[in-house]
């Protein structure tokens, strides 16, 4: 595997962060909204509220928005934001965002890394080359991006209240809705109610919503829990950042890290095996110790990068899964994203698969001519795939976490690439 280092490349970034090559927009035709419009004035008069103002969320109610609906986006805290660090923008999911007008934002916010890999945990060696880039967007249409999740989150945010001033409101935390011929009634904490034709849940994977249409329905703690830091690059000794994205797997344990925000970023997240921690939460304080022990052996990039985060930006958070819902939709109210399908981030796919979602629910209304054929087309479309990813999330995990090298040699490393995840276009897929 000599000769792969590209040491000029890795100058060249640290004499100017945000010059790592971009996607190139110029000779690439634009992705179609809607392969058919269908009966929108008929429709567009709908009273659409949606309960989270999440990533899937904001994704539904801009690409409603494009159709010429007036979606609500009712969300629980006092002021909008994202948690988190870094998520894969892979194309499937870039056709959205492009058709939805994010493409500039992507190319502002986003990496697009010419290279991934697959490392093994010991040694170091690169087992796996990946090719992203430009080829990446020749072969899909659309590109690969690296983000922040607050930057995407916010981008959303702003081009939907752009939109419509009024598309998004705040500290509504939802308690509760009624059904009748007519429509939904929504009850929110402090006295609040609202009135709708249709609902979409799109509140995460503790949804209220979904437990409203479905009864009680406690996650389960799989068994692996997760820990996430943001390290700045130049913090960093030449050549431990290469190549740019890479995921290093081991018995028990992953790593995955890549670069954001123009290159001055280190995101990662190390995914490992415990039986005897369940702390809620997604921004649990962990220790730098804490998380070298975890990895006790491992090679000395990935050691270098723990070491390197600083003091209170390394957190943890245990994982949960549900079983596939064989049915989203009762009534007049729907699912999309994690409330619907949660899934474990092994192939990188969460993100991605809500904002597939949040096209294809706006695509089925803009076909349909009444709220009950446009929900049964949106889950006719996408159940199987949502169900089919998350059961494939829970099988890469165990491959990831298994320690055989066999696993990873060329042709045999299982992703969403190889899964064929990447070739579907949920601005175009029938609906």
Partial sequence: MKGLVNRSFLSALREQPRSWPRCGLADRPAVPYAQNPGNVA????LNIAIIGAGIAGLTAARALQGFGFKPVVYEQAPVLGEVGAGLTVSPNATHVLNAIGLEGALERIGMCPERGGVKHWKTGELLVEISRGNEMREKYGAAYYQVHRADLHRELADLVVTTDEQAIRTNHSFKGLEQDS???????????????????????????VREQLFGKDTPRFTGYMAFRGLVPFAHLPAGTIEPSSCLSTGPGRSFTRYLIRGGSLVNFVGLTERDDWREEGWSIRATIKEMLDEYSG???????????????????WALFDREPLPEWTRGRVTLIGDAAHPMLPFLGQGAAM?????????????????????LRRYVEARLPRANWVMLESRKTALNYHSGREENFKPGKHVSAESLGLMAYNPAAVPV
Avoid: C, N
Avoid at 42 to 45: A, E, L
Avoid at 184 to 197: I, M, P, Y
């Fill in 298 to 316: 491992w090679y000395e990039g990935v050691r270098t990068i723990i070491a390197a985060t600083p003091p209170d930006g390394l957190f943890k």
């Fill in 354 to 374: 809500g904002i597939e979602d949040g096209m294809v629910v706006a695509r089925a209304f803009a076909a349909a001519d009444s709220v009950d054929e446009a």
């Fill in 42 to 45: 008929g429709m567009s008069q």
């Fill in 182 to 208: 007519d429509g939904v009634t929504l009850f929110f904490e402090k006295g609040h109610s609202a009135r709708a034709d249709v609902v979409i849940g799109a509140d995460g994977v503790r949804s209220r």
